[in-house]
C-alpha cells in the first residue's frame, strides 16, 4: 500500500512538474503563438529603397561580396526575399510611376496620377496609412535621407497635387492634424529650408506641439523627448561615403525613431527610406547607389534586431520603382564581354556627388578624381574629366560617372525611372501573407487592412 501510494505521488508529482513546464513554456511563447492565430502585428515597419531594382540589389551583393571565399555572400536583404511589385501609377500620359504616385500607392493602397499626393484625380484627399494608424491612437514616424518634404514621405502625410510645392507640402505637416497633433510623431531626415522660413517658422510651431528640434547627431542620440523634428540638412542629407560626422546615419536615425515609437503600447508605423538610391542612379552614379544602399542595410540590421526582440512587428522592405535602368554589366563596344570590374567600382572613398562640389570650389576634376580614386587614368579619361562643365554641378558629376560607368562596365539606359517590377522583403509577425507577386496598390491596402480591428 505505502508503496502503491507513493508511486501514485511520484506521478502526481511528474505530472505537475509536466503541466507546470507547460505553462512556463505557453506563457513564454505567447506573443509569438497570439500572433501565429490573428497575423496582425502590433508594429508595422515599412522600408522603401527609393528607385532600388533587382540589378541595384546584385550589384549591391557583389560589392559586398568578401573575394577571399568561393561563395557570393547573402546580403541582409537576400535573407527575406518573398516576392515582387508591379510599380505602375494610374496615369493616361505615363505609364511608369514616378515617385510621388509609387508612395501613395503604397500609403493608401490607391493608384493616382503621377506628380500627385495621395490625391485623387478629382482633387479629392485620400486617407494614408499614418491618418489611419493616428485616429486608432498608434504612434508613427518617417526617416529618410531626403529632404523630408520629398514625395515619398510626403505622399503618407499631406494631400497636394504637385510633389515639388515643398513649402506647402511643410505647412501640411504641421496644419493636416488629427486629435490635434500631427500625423507623425517622429519625423527625421534633411529640409531645414522647407521648415525654417521667413514668411512662416514651422519649427517654432513644432515646439509648440511639443516636439524636440534636432539638428545633429549628437542631439539626435541624447535626446529624451518622444516627440521629434530632426532636420540635418538643409536638403537632403550628404550619402554615407561622403557624410561628416556630425550627421546621423540612416541607422541612427532608425533606430532612436523605433526606441521613441515603441513606447506605446498600441503600437506604431514608421517608414524608412532610403531616398537617394534613386537620386544617385539618375544621375548614373553606380558609386552612390552602393553607398545609400549600405546606409539602407545597416538601417536594416536595426529594424531586424528589434522585430527579433518585439515579436510583434512586421517589417516590409521594398523599392517604389527601379531607376535608371541599371545592368551589372555593359558591352555597349559592340563586342560580346563577360565582365563588371568591381575593382574600378572600389577604388574610390567616396562618390561622384563629392567629387563634383569639391571639384567646383577648386575647379579640378581630374585632380578631385584622382583624390577620389587609385585608378590610373587613360588620356583619354583624362580630357573627359578636364573638359567638364565646371559651372554645372550635374554635367560635373556627369563626367566623372561617365569614366566611371565606362572602366567598370556598368550599364544604365535610361536617366529616368524604368517599368520593371522591385524585389519585395518581408520578416517578422505574418510575413508569410506576403509571399508573392503584388500590384504596388494592392500591397497598400494589404498594410492598411493590418489596421483594421
Ligand atoms: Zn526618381
Given at each position: 500500500m505505502t508503496r502503491h501510494t507513493s508511486k501514485l505521488q511520484l506521478t502526481l508529482l511528474t505530472l505537475t512538474g509536466i503541466f507546470a513546464a507547460l505553462l512556463i513554456a505557453i506563457a513564454i511563447s505567447y506573443p509569438y503563438f497570439s500572433a501565429e492565430i490573428n497575423h496582425k502585428p502590433r508594429n508595422i515597419i515599412l522600408m522603401i529603397g527609393d528607385g532600388m531594382g533587382p540589378a541595384h540589389l546584385?550589384?549591391?551583393?557583389?560589392?559586398?561580396?568578401?573575394?577571399?571565399?568561393q561563395v557570393e555572400e547573402k546580403t541582409l536583404f537576400d535573407q527575406y526575399l518573398?516576392?515582387?511589385?508591379?510599380?505602375?501609377?494610374?496615369d493616361d500620359q505615363e505609364n511608369i510611376t514616378d515617385s510621388?504616385?509609387?508612395?501613395?500607392?503604397?500609403a493608401t493602397g490607391h493608384r493616382i496620377l503621377n506628380d500627385a499626393l495621395a490625391i485623387d484625380a478629382d482633387g479629392n484627399p485620400i486617407e494614408t496609412l499614418f491618418e489611419q494608424a493616428k485616429k486608432q491612437g498608434l504612434s508613427t514616424g518617417m526617416v529618410v535621407t531626403s529632404q523630408v518634404v520629398h514625395a515619398t514621405p510626403a505622399a503618407f502625410v499631406s494631400h497636394h497635387t504637385e510633389r515639388k510645392d515643398y513649402n506647402i507640402i511643410a505647412d501640411q505637416y504641421i496644419d493636416n492634424q488629427i486629435n490635434g497633433q500631427p500625423v507623425f510623431d517622429v519625423l527625421l531626415g534633411g529640409g531645414t529650408k522647407y521648415f525654417s522660413r521667413k514668411d512662416r517658422d514651422l519649427v517654432k510651431e513644432f515646439?509648440?506641439?511639443?516636439?524636440?528640434?534636432?539638428?545633429?547627431?549628437?542631439?539626435?542620440?541624447?535626446?529624451?523627448?518622444?516627440?521629434?523634428?530632426?532636420l540635418f540638412a538643409n536638403k537632403s542629407l550628404d550619402k554615407m561615403w561622403d557624410r561628416k560626422p556630425e550627421t546621423p546615419s540612416l541607422a541612427d536615425m532608425s533606430r532612436v525613431a523605433i526606441d521613441k515609437l515603441s513606447q506605446n503600447p498600441q503600437g506604431f508605423v514608421l517608414m524608412i527610406e532610403a531616398s537617394k538610391i534613386d537620386w544617385a542612379a539618375h544621375e548614373k552614379?553606380?558609386?552612390?547607389?552602393?553607398?545609400?544602399?549600405?546606409?539602407?542595410e545597416a538601417a536594416l540590421k536595426q529594424v531586424v534586431e528589434f522585430a527579433q526582440k518585439d515579436g510583434e512587428t512586421l517589417v516590409v522592405l521594398t523599392a517604389d520603382h527601379e531607376t535608371g535602368g541599371l545592368s551589372v554589366g555593359s558591352g555597349d563596344s559592340g563586342e560580346y564581354f563577360y565582365y563588371w570590374d568591381l575593382d574600378v567600382i572600389k577604388s574610390f572613398k567616396y562618390t561622384t556627388a563629392k567629387m563634383a562640389t569639391d571639384a567646383q570650389q577648386s575647379g579640378d576634376l581630374l585632380a578631385e578624381f584622382n583624390k577620389a580614386s587609385t585608378l590610373s587614368l587613360s588620356d583619354q579619361e583624362k580630357h573627359i574629366l578636364q573638359q567638364a562643365d565646371l559651372s554645372n554641378w550635374y554635367l560635373t558629376r556627369r563626367a566623372a560617372t561617365q569614366v566611371i560607368n565606362k572602366r567598370s562596365f556598368t550599364g544604365w539606359t535610361s536617366f529616368a525611372h524604368t517599368g520593371v517590377d522591385v524585389n519585395l522583403y518581408a520578416m517578422g509577425v505574418g510575413h508569410e501573407q506576403l509571399y508573392g507577386h503584388w500590384d504596388n496598390d494592392q500591397l497598400g491596402r494589404y498594410l492598411l487592412s493590418l489596421l483594421e480591428e
Open positions: 546584385k550589384a549591391y551583393r557583389k560589392f559586398r561580396d568578401d573575394p577571399a571565399t518573398v516576392g515582387s511589385v508591379s510599380t505602375e501609377s494610374y510621388a504616385a509609387a508612395a501613395t500607392a503604397y515646439e509648440q506641439k511639443g516636439f524636440e528640434f534636432l539638428t545633429n547627431k549628437q542631439q539626435l542620440l541624447a535626446t529624451q523627448n518622444d516627440k521629434l523634428l530632426g552614379d553606380i558609386l552612390g547607389v552602393l553607398s545609400e544602399m549600405q546606409d539602407f
